[in-house]
């Protein structure tokens, strides 16, 4: 059993692990399943995620990651299988996060953006960690976000108790604002759209060496969000990714004012899987838009 195999007979990797064709090593939980570390015949190893129970949440990281790659300029580990069963890619032996690597992940993350397509959104709806993600076309960024993004998790987060009606009132009057504070128009960009240091891997595939992007819900929005993402938790040598962003594809004038905003969607998502811990940041995401 080999690699060439497998990607000319996908079909194939369910029965040939039920079958135990391929040795596997268990490397833990993730959403409701496993991951495991796969080794064919040939020495290949591969990365797979198994759902405990089918759902749409694979199928739809497989579509974010072979769009990611569509273009070939990003770093984007290839997907061997993607349906409701299992996640298989290849595997990314992990390396050392670098200045240089950093910069070179700039580059690449400002050559993906300009690939983007006409219409903000996607051609289906996607799945954020367990959560379904609503991709309806819209011809601009300030109602995609506002509609497809701020307001749905906004409501998720109320409901769940997450956020307190004055807290909801708050955020929903900066929702408000969002069209009047959302800078000069921009097309589309080819977004990874969950692009926390955790979703990027440093590593090397068939002696490739680059930063991986990983875990994706990728659709068209406003690049600002996934710099902005990174922004959020943080990341290895963040001054050197925004350097090298900036001198490849600078960014308009105000960017930095306008973090909080693009934070503002990632921040009701872990209020709604995390609960009222993230509130307090949420809300002061929210009042960064002021105008």
């Known amino acids: 059993m080999d690699l060439e195999y497998l990607r000319t007979h996908p079909e194939t990797i369910p029965r040939l692990v039920e079958h135990q ?3 596997i090593t268990p490397l833990g939980g993730a959403k409701g399943g496993r991951i495991e570390r796969w080794t064919l015949d040939d020495g290949t190893d591969l990365f797979a995620k198994v759902a405990a129970e089918p759902d749409d949440g694979l199928p739809a990281e497989g579509r974010s990651l072979r ?4 273009p070939g300029v990003a770093a984007v580990p290839d997907v061997l299988t993607a349906i409701p069963e299992m996640l298989v890619t290849r595997w990314v032996e992990r390396g050392p996060a670098t200045a240089d690597g950093a910069e070179q992940f700039g580059r690449q993350l400002a050559a ?11 051609d289906a709806d996607g799945v954020l960690a367990t959560l379904p993600l609503p ?5 601009d960024w300030p109602t995609f976000y506002v509609k497809h993004r701020c307001l749905p998790f906004l409501r998720l987060a109320r409901d769940t108790g997450a956020l307190s009606a004055a807290d909801t009132a708050t955020i929903e009057a900066a929702i408000g604002r969002i069209p009047e504070n959302a800078g000069p128009p921009e097309p589309p960009a080819r977004l990874h759209g969950d692009l926390w240091s955790g ?8 002696g490739v060496e680059a930063w991986w992007l990983i875990d994706a819900a990728a659709y068209a929005g406003h690049r600002e969000t996934d710099l902005a993402m990174l922004q959020l938790f943080g990341a290895p040598h963040l001054d050197r990714i925004l350097g090298a962003y900036q001198e490849a594809t600078p960014l308009a004038p105000g960017w930095r004012d306008r973090v909080g905003m693009h934070q503002l969607h990632p921040l009701l998502v872990h209020c709604v899987l995390f609960g009222a811990g993230y509130a307090a940041q949420t809300v002061a995401a929210a009042r960064t838009i002021t105008r």
């Open 112 to 122: 993906l953006h300009t690939t983007g397509p006409a219409l903000f959104g996607a």
């Open 21 to 23: 064709r391929i040795r």
């Open 67 to 70: 769009w990611l790659a569509e």
């Open 135 to 139: 991709n309806t076309p819209e011809p």
């Open 199 to 206: 979703n990027l891997l440093p590593g090397r595939v068939d």
